[in-house]
């Protein structure tokens, strides 16, 4: 077993972490702004991630993007979550599916989108199918030339900076689940609402809604019917980038509490020398080093061939541990900074409202718990396993 960064993946990790560096000498300007930064500013940081080689990072350099594994995906993201508001969003890593699109889509989709020119969002969610994606009722009805969309999309991150979508619908009269590419400018295609988050980012969840939106018939990603399988080989790569940023954020509100703790003096004596604090501080390093651990096996793994099945479980393990572990942390952190962590100007307070979507969004930790379940039910204990070289 060899746990050790390679020369090349330190100083990718030296890269990203410059470049999050730089995004956060953005963080008080978004805060203040409460939603999109300037086009400009926005195109710059854009630029700057491209030259650091943080865009793109899943499609291959043939086409564009950084050509990294998925364990050196996870290098990347973790640096990234240490920045607050989302700023993450803006090195622009596009839905791993897009990279099943045929030549064509490619060419109209994907290449643009790793030149900085388009981007996409992920529509499945909608007002009764959250949990259980199955009960979409988006619908794709076979029209001459194609296909007409009826339905609604809610919470569709990035939906107000994408210029298409992905909208997961049910292609009539069998209801066969299908990714389509639909660009926001095709008529019947209309923002209902903007929720107003807990957060403060850079980017919006809107609402949408599909109102006799006519596609044609190679606006299908993959093939009818494999929306469902398409979908879920998108979550599993974003539960892994979860789990990479979360352990970044608490990371990064670990070190700010223990500078805080030893420099912070109450009773005559750094607040650092209570047992209390102490236990704070301790508990908070023993959630990031497992689940960072466990977050780069995950993805190594991956990288090495673990089959779909078991990827997807462990991709949920990383997902659930590691964002329940980054909300156990920034609690702390929080607390350790007494009424300052309470203070908007403190960026614990920001990450402590950002970590709470994570046992959320790519599916809730009830539902990760139900995955692992599951495939312990069916598979026992097998998967939990090391792999053999
Ligand atoms: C900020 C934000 C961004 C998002 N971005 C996107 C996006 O880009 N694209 C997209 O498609 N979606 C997106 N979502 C949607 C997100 O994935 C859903 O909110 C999530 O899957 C939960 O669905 P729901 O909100 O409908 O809650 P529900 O499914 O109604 O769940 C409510 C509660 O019931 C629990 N529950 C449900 N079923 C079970 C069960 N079987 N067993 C135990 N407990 C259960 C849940 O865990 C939860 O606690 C986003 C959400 C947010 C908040």
Redesign the pocket.
Known sequence: MDFAYTPEQLELKARAAAYAGLLMTYEDEAERAGGPLPAETVHKLTRAAMEAGVYGINMPKEWGGAGLTLLEQVIVEEELGKVTNCLWDIPWRPSNVLAKAAPEQRERYLLPILRGERFD?????E?E?????GAIRTTATPVEGGWRLNGE???????DVADFLLV?ANVLPDNESTLFFVDKDTPGVQISRTPQ?M?S?VNG?PEFVFEDVFVPHDAVLGEVGQGFELTKDWFTDERLMIAARTVGVAERALSLARDWAVSREQFGTPIASFQMVQAMLADCAVDIAVNRSYTHQVAWEADHGVDRKTLHAKASIAKLSASEAAGRVVDRCLQIFGGRGYDRSYPVERMYREVR?DR????????Q??IIANELVKRGTAFLDLPVS
């Open positions: 969002a992920f529509a499945t969610t007002p199918a959250g949990s259980d994606a999309k809610w919470f569709v991150t990035c939906g997961q988050f957060h980012a969840h979507v959320i969004w790519e599916g809730t930790s009830e539902i718990r139900m």
